[in-house]
C-alpha cells in the first residue's frame, strides 16, 4: 500500500476537535500520528491547499440497486458516485430484488463491492422475510453475514406485535434496528406533503402524522423491548418533537433526516416535475424550521443522502405514477456547504453529521482522522463551482430537482482503506 | 408554483388548456366572449363554420366519460375538424403501453389537438410537455387536479344570468376534495372577480388548508348558503360511503343535499347549478334540479359553445387557422 502525504490542508476532525491547517500522513492503509512528518518518504503527495481534509463520510442510506433494478444503478456506477461525493462508508437498504433476507444476498453483494473496488458496503438485513412484515428474518444469520443493521426499509409491518417481536429478537442479537416512521393506513395513495400545494394541484396528500404516529408507536416500543432504534429519514416538526422528548427521557434512540429535506419544502416544488416525487414528501417551511434546528442542536444526529436512483422511465408519466426518490449522492457535498452558508451549521459540526455521528449508531471504527484509524479521508474544495450535468454526473440516476444548477463545493480526493478511490480530473496535476 | 409558462405562446396567447391557474381575467372574459358568438351559432339552422377544416383532433379518453366528450365532438365538428374518438380506458394502456408510447403513436399520425381525460393529476399537464410542439392540449379533466372547460362553461352560465362577477357570492358544495371541477371553479371565480367563494362540505371532504385556495369553508348547509347568488352543487361519488368520509347517503342528505327549504337561505334570485351528473336524492332534490332555479340543462347547452370557442382560440393562436 502506498505512502501518501496530504499536505497544507484545512483539516476538520470533530470526534477529536481538530481544526486547523497542517498535514495528513498515511501508510499502510491507516493514519499516521500527526507528528510523523519528518522522516516520512511518501509515494504520493496530495496538495491540499485551500482545500479541507476530513474524514471519509458515512452515509446511513444509499440505494445501489443491485441485484434486482440495474436498469436504475448498479453497484459499479453507484459505488463511483459515492466515491466522487466523498463517501467511504455507506449503508445498503434491504430493498434490493431479492431483497437482503439471506445470507446469499449479502455474500453477493459483498462480492460485487470487493470487484467495483469499493469494499465499504454495509448491507442493512431485511427485518422480515421477503420485506412481507409478518415472518422475522434469520436476524443472527444475516448479522453473521456481514448485515450491519436491520430493516423493514419503505415496507408495512402486518401489525405492532410483529414490530415488538422483530424489537426483542433483534436486541437479543445487539442488532440496530433502522426504521422508516410511516403508519400506511395514513399514507395510502399519497404522494405529496398533505399541504397546500398538493390541495392546490390536486394531489393525493401524505399527512405529517403518518409518520409522527408510526414515530411514537416505535418510540414507546423501543422502551418496552430495549431494542436500539435509529429513525431513518424523519421529515417533519412533530418527529422532531417525539425524538426530542424520546431523548429527554434517555432513550437509546438515533435519528437522521434526508439531505434534501433541509433544503426543499413544498413552495419549490414545480408543479408535477418528477424530480420532485419523494418519499416522505417535501413538507412545508415550518417543518424544515424544525428539522435544521434539530440538527444544530443535536436531536436529530446525522444527515443521509436517501440516495435513490431511477431510470428515466420511472419518472416519466403523471405525477402520481412516477416512482419517488431523488439521486443524492453528488449533491450531499454542496448542499451540506449550503447549511454552513445559510449559518445553520457550522462547518464541524456539518462533517460531524456525516462522519463521528453516523460512525457512532452504527459502531463503526471510522469517521475520525486518530492515528491508527483506517484512512478513510475526504478531501474538498469548498469554493468550486461546478454544473449537474450529464459531463459531471457519475450515478445512473439523473433524478434530482438540482439537475442543470450550478452548486458549489466539490469532492477533489477520495481515499478508502488509504487507497485513492476517487480523484477529480482537475485535480490531476495534484 | 403555477403552470402558467406552458400553456402560453410567447405572445400570451392560448397554446394548451390545461388549467385555470396562472391565465389572466382579461383571457378568460375573451373565452366567454367568444363563447357567446357561438352560443348564438347554436340557435341557426346550419350549425357549422370551417374554421378548423383540415385540422385533427383526437379525443383521448383515459377515463370515461359521456357528457364532456359529446360536447368536445360536437364541438370540433361543428368547427368542421375531423375528430376521433379513442377511449384508451379499455385499449392497449391495459396491455403495458405506457402514456408516452400512446402519445407518440397518435402523433405519428399528424394530429393537430388532444383533448385528454385521465384518471390522474398532472396527465394533461405531462401530455403537453411531451408531446410534439405543433401539437395542443385541452384538459378535459385530469385526477383531481382540473377540469377547466367545465369551469368555463359554469362561469359562461353564471355571465348569462347574473351579466357581471363582481359582487356575486358563490357557494359550493360537496366532495370538494377529490373534485378537479371545484379546484377550477374556485381559480376562474377567483379569477374574473367574484365577491366571495364559499365551499361547504364536512372536512372529511376538504383539502387541506383548503382557505389558501381562495375559499371560506362552512360545515353547515344554512349558515353557507346565506345571501349567496349563485350555488353550485357537486356530485357525490358513491365509493366515498365505502372508505369512512360519509356514513350514508342519507346522512349526507340530510346535512349537506340542497333542498327547497335550504335554498331559501340563499337570495331569492339565486341560481343552482350541477356539473352532472346528478344524484338526485343525495345532493339534490329533484323539486330543486327541476326547480325555477336550476339552470343544469342550460350548462350542458352551453358545454359546446365554451368548447368551441377554446379550441379556436388554441388554433388560431398557433398560426394554424383556415
Known sequence: MKKILIKNGHIIDPLNQRDETGDLCIAGGTILSIADTAGFHPDLVIDAAEQIVCPGFIDLSVCLREPGHTQKGTIASETRAAAAAGVTSLCLPPDTRPCIDTPAVVELIKDRADKAGYPRIHPIGALTQRLAGTELSGMFALKQSGCIAVSNANQPLANLLILRRAMEYASSHNLLLIYRANEFSLSAGGCAHEGAFASRYGLPGIPEAAESIALAQCLELAELTGCRVHINQISCKHSVIKIQQAKKYGANVSADVAIHQLHLTEEDMTPFDSAYHVLPPFRGEIDRKYLRDALANGTVDAISSAHQPHDLDAKLGAFPDTEPGVAALETLLPLLLNLTRQQVLTLPQAIASLTQKPAKILGLPVGHLSPGAPADVCVFDPQASWTVDNENWLSAGKNTPYWGQTLTGRVTHTLQNGSLIFRLAAAENS | ?322
Open chain 2, 1 to 322: 408554483m403555477t403552470t402558467q409558462h406552458i400553456q402560453l405562446t410567447e405572445h400570451g396567447r392560448l397554446k394548451h388548456f390545461l388549467s385555470i391557474e396562472g391565465l389572466s381575467k382579461e383571457l378568460l372574459t375573451e373565452i366567454l366572449d367568444t363563447s357567446e358568438s357561438y352560443a348564438d351559432m347554436s340557435g341557426k339552422q346550419i350549425k357549422k363554420v370551417p374554421l378548423l377544416r383540415g385540422k385533427t383532433i383526437i379525443n383521448l379518453f383515459f377515463e370515461n366519460s359521456t357528457r364532456t366528450r359529446t360536447t368536445f365532438e360536437l364541438a370540433a365538428a361543428r368547427l368542421s375538424a375531423d375528430v376521433i374518438t379513442m377511449n384508451i380506458a379499455t385499449s392497449s394502456t391495459a396491455k403495458g403501453e405506457s402514456l408516452l408510447d400512446t402519445i407518440r403513436n397518435l402523433e405519428a399520425m399528424h394530429v393537430d389537438m388532444f383533448i385528454v381525460r385521465h384518471a390522474l393529476s398532472g396527465a394533461a399537464y405531462f401530455i403537453a410537455e411531451h408531446a410534439a410542439p405543433h401539437i395542443s392540449v385541452i384538459n378535459a379533466g385530469d385526477g383531481q387536479h382540473a377540469h377547466p372547460t367545465q369551469a368555463m362553461l359554469d362561469m359562461f352560465t353564471i355571465r348569462q344570468y347574473k351579466k357581471r362577477f363582481e359582487g356575486l357570492k358563490v357557494a359550493i358544495v360537496g366532495d370538494i376534495l377529490h373534485s378537479r371541477v371545484a379546484r377550477s371553479q374556485i381559480q376562474a371565480l377567483n379569477t374574473l372577480g367574484v365577491e366571495e367563494v364559499r365551499v361547504i362540505a364536512p372536512k372529511t371532504l376538504l383539502p387541506n388548508q383548503v382557505r389558501q385556495m381562495g375559499v371560506i369553508d362552512f360545515h353547515d348547509m344554512e349558515e353557507g348558503l346565506s345571501g349567496v347568488d349563485v350555488i353550485i352543487m357537486l356530485r357525490l361519488q358513491k365509493e366515498r360511503m365505502n372508505s369512512a368520509f360519509l356514513p350514508s347517503e342519507s346522512e349526507y342528505f340530510r346535512c349537506f343535499g340542497l333542498t327547497e327549504a335550504k335554498l331559501k337561505h340563499a337570495k331569492p334570485d339565486v341560481m343552482v347549478m350541477h356539473p352532472g351528473p346528478i344524484n338526485r336524492g343525495v345532493e339534490i332534490a329533484s323539486t330543486v334540479a327541476d326547480g325555477p332555479h336550476s339552470v343544469i340543462l342550460q350548462q350542458v347547452s352551453n358545454g359546446v359553445a365554451v368548447r368551441m370557442a377554446i379550441m379556436s382560440m388554441i388554433i388560431s393562436s398557433s398560426g394554424g387557422g383556415a
